[in-house]
């Protein structure tokens, strides 16, 4: 079939964008909404391989989490107390947004507070010790000792823990699905990006069915971006994570979330009584190493034996419902965010490392003040991913006396190879 000139031209103009953001998750959906507040002129267009929050944004927990996915007394360890109270601020920053700006019951907010819990003696005196220094960083956080944070959710056997008052839960699908309709960008979904063209004045991007331009890009995959930009392959690997959900309990017996054993399992209530529980990753570490999204019996069993065994009323609830999602990490457990090496004027943002929903929304408006033109928007500098290459570059003496990293890799696990073609 032939193309007049007025379908061609149509043809061009509805697949021009200013900005077109790759990958429809909570980043990417949040990226568009804060442009379409800020300048809503922009021509946006959000292309989602799948359905929005087909990726581990629509598969997650809902814990709208604060300080990163270690504690707070690691990270002041790993980072310095200056970036760790700035680490922490940004997720809290991030908290208050999706409270004050969005309209909560579209997505289910609920801000009872939320519990981060031990399993160990060790980490009890760890999340003990940290009290002060998060009461000094501004953080409303109570220590609970471990009878209290028992009682409080109807467990046995969990050890104490700090109740953060601020603590949220949303239904991260909804969320994400806000998000993208009241950005106002155009939303093709279905749509995987399998090739895209750099040169100066933007890229060339296409799916099976589209091509598409756009003058500045954002790519928020999440851990598929080495498929995209292979130049940062370094920056994110896949893990891995699992979930199930169990038919409703007819009691309502835990009020808030609860986070234990070093964010290795995590577990809430719904209101119609439904549990949500997942985790259990650490205890198969190298199996959920892996882009597959699939369950595994091993994990679901270990998710299951840790209800039973520290909420033995839940023995006699079915599983409904068991699932997976695939997340991206990155080689030191915080966000990585930076140029695009083939065009700077675009930007990535991938290794939320669990934690994407405590950053998402506010990581959002950072991208979208980068690509208004920022080049280093308020807590850019945290989550750069020149951090790597500068590391390796830079002469040792001085890191660790100034309290800043002095380990580029402080878990060896959870270190890869780095990209030498950061900028
Ligand atoms: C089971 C589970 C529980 C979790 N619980 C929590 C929690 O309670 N709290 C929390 O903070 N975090 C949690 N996380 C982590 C959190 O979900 C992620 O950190 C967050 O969703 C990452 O968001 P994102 O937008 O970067 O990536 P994603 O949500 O993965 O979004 C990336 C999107 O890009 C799309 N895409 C990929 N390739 C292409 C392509 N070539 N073309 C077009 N589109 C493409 C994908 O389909 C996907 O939709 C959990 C994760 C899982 C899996």
Redesign the pocket.
Known sequence: MTVSYWQQAHREQSTAYDVVV???????CSTAYWLGRSRPSLRVAV????T??????????????QGTSADYLTDVKRYGERTARRLWHFTRTNRDLLASELRGSAFGWKADGGLQVAGDHEEEHRLQESVSSLRAAGAPVVYLESEKVNNRVSATGLGGGIFVTTGAVVN?LELVRYLAHESGADLRTH????QIRWDRNGASLR?PDLELWGRQLVL?????LP??LPSVSGVVRSV????LATAPADTSSIPVPVYSHEGGF?VRQLPDGTLLA?GGRHQHRAAEETDTDRTTPAVQATIERYLHSYYPWTQSLPVRQR??????FSPDGRPVVGPVPEHPDSVF??G?????????FRMGRLLAQRIGGSTRPDGYDLFAASRFTEDKDRPRRGRASRGETSRTHPDPEESKSQSSKLR
């Open positions: 790759v990958g429809g998750g909570i980043v990417g292309v989602e391989a799948r929005l929050g087909g990726g581990a944004s629509g598969r997650n927990a809902g814990f709208v989490l991260p749509q995987p990006v399998t799916t928020s995959v999440g851990p598929a498929s995209l891995r994570a699992q979930m995590y997942g699932w997976s999602g695939t997340m991206g943002a991938t939320f490392t669990g934690h994407g929903m405590g950053y998402g």
